[in-house]
């Protein structure tokens, strides 16, 4: 490999084969798409430099020392991709496995979802004061978290579970003004691609939020992210997908700092008036007009 014959070489070189040496260890992944030229430009050195370097480890020239710079990026990414399976029995192993592959995931969300594409999903959530999210099975528990925390920040935000009954008294009402967000970890996902169809109906902005591109959401949302959700035994992870949402709430209101606060103040007060009782004179007499 490369790097092996850098450090070998290393102490050896000239102080020009030095700068590109230190260039290529790091910038690997940048280099790895590089022509000699652009490589030498990066550098600050002339192209030959770029060449007698690969031959001064033993290449034949620069193509040869650039196809093992390429093996290992894709080796790298194919273990991002493809980590390694446990031992069996192993359950310690196995956790680290887990946690790697949720690692991976997040990787894979970032590379399918673009900053443009992330950009307009938040303004989205920003533009819209009443946020209405549509949770196929066990993804309510996500879609919960992040109605919660879009709460805390002023937004006047509800998680429903993907039930016709559920949907249709929940939507009733709907405005322009208001945004319903789709969330479904599987190819199906039929009652949330309907709840977003009644929406659209009703003038509203839609987005959603899925785990497969089979899923009829992708068809019909007006903004559409993907977020790598396998299948293990018989649910789809959700860590994955409760992080993208947690990090869709916090972008969406940082503007609303003020609010946060305020919330977090008003929470406080109630959990010592909850954990304290009722403090003294205070009328235990509750009104109900």
């Known amino acids: 490999m490369y790097r092996q014959k850098i450090q070998e070489y290393y102490e050896f070189l000239s102080p020009s084969y030095r700068k590109v040496a230190d260039y290529i260890l790091s910038h690997y992944y940048e280099v790895a798409f590089m022509t000699a030229a652009q490589l030498a430009d990066a550098v600050g050195v002339d192209t030959t430099t770029v060449v007698r370097f690969s031959q001064r480890l033993g290449y034949h020239g620069y193509p040869g020392l650039l196809q093992d710079i390429r093996a290992q990026v894709k080796e790298e990414i194919y273990a991002v991709y493809q980590p390694a399976a446990p031992a069996p029995g ?9 946690l790697e592959q949720e690692q991976s995931y997040l990787r894979q969300a970032l590379v399918h979802n673009p900053p443009k594409q992330l950009n307009e ?10 946020i209405f999210l549509v949770a196929e099975g066990h993804t309510h528990a996500a879609a919960a ?33 208001d945004l319903v967000v789709g969330i479904s970890a599987s190819d199906e996902g039929q009652i949330v691609a309907q709840a977003l169809s009644y929406a659209k109906e009703q003038g509203c902005h839609t987005l959603g939020v899925i785990g497969s591109l089979q899923n009829p959401v992708n068809r019909i949302a007006h903004q559409v992210l993907y977020v790598p959700m396998p299948t293990v035994d018989p649910f789809a992870s959700v860590a994955t997908l409760t992080a993208v949402l947690t ?24 959990y010592h008036f909850l954990i304290r009782g009722r403090p003294s004179g205070v009328s235990e007499k509750v009104s109900l007009s």
């Not at 805390?152 to 939507?171: F, I, K």
């Open 247 to 270: 990090g869709l709430a916090r972008a969406s209101r940082q503007e609303g700092r003020e609010v946060a606060e305020r919330q977090r103040q008003l929470a406080s007060q109630a």
């Open 121 to 130: 999903a938040i303004q989205l959530l920003r533009n819209h004061k009443r």
């Open 90 to 98: 192993d359950p310690a192993g196995l956790f680290k496995a887990q």
């Open 145 to 177: 978290v992040m109605a919660q925390q879009l709460q805390q920040q002023g937004a006047l935000a509800v998680a429903v579970q993907a039930d016709p009954v559920l949907c249709a008294a929940t939507l009733v009402g709907l405005g322009k003004q």
